[in-house]
């Protein structure tokens, strides 16, 4: 059973920043990596960034990198989201997600088998 617990979406103007976090309650497997997608309106969900547990190797989507960093806090079982210069296509739900299997790498949709509700992120221009 895996029970992820979002927070830290909202309303942030252009420009501005937003810290995510998710805490992760895993009870029945150890998890290889976490990490965020999103969705926005009309569109299909898409990855954002994610960091391995053990190596704390990290990967973003190019439209991140540099703006977006990723972190772990491996004793609280929570990754965070640290998200700078937001811009207006930004705004989307994020979700926080979990590969419980080993892969080569974890930089896709397809890199991760559970996720949680979602927090709204809205960047006005």
């Known amino acids: 059973q895996v029970q992820l617990v979002e927070s830290g979406g909202g309303l942030v103007q252009a420009g501005g920043s937003l810290r995510l976090s998710c805490a992760a309650s895993?009870?029945?497997?150890?998890?290889?990596?976490m990490g965020w997608l999103r969705q926005a309106p009309g569109k299909e969900r898409e990855f954002v960034t994610s960091?391995?547990?053990?190596?704390?190797?990290?990967y973003y989507a190019d439209s991140m990198k540099g703006r977006f960093t990723i972190s772990r806090d491996s004793a609280k079982n929570t990754v965070y989201l640290q998200m700078n210069s937001l811009k207006p296509e930004d705004t989307a739900v994020y979700y926080c997600?979990?590969?419980?299997?080993?892969?080569?790498?974890?930089?896709?949709?397809?890199?991760?088998?559970?996720w949680g509700q979602g927090t709204q992120v809205t960047v006005s221009s």
């Open positions: 960091i391995t547990w053990s190596a704390g190797t990290t």
């Open positions: 997600a979990v590969s419980r299997y080993y892969r080569i790498r974890y930089d896709s949709v397809m890199s991760f088998d559970y």
């Open positions: 895993l009870r029945s497997f150890s998890s290889m990596a």
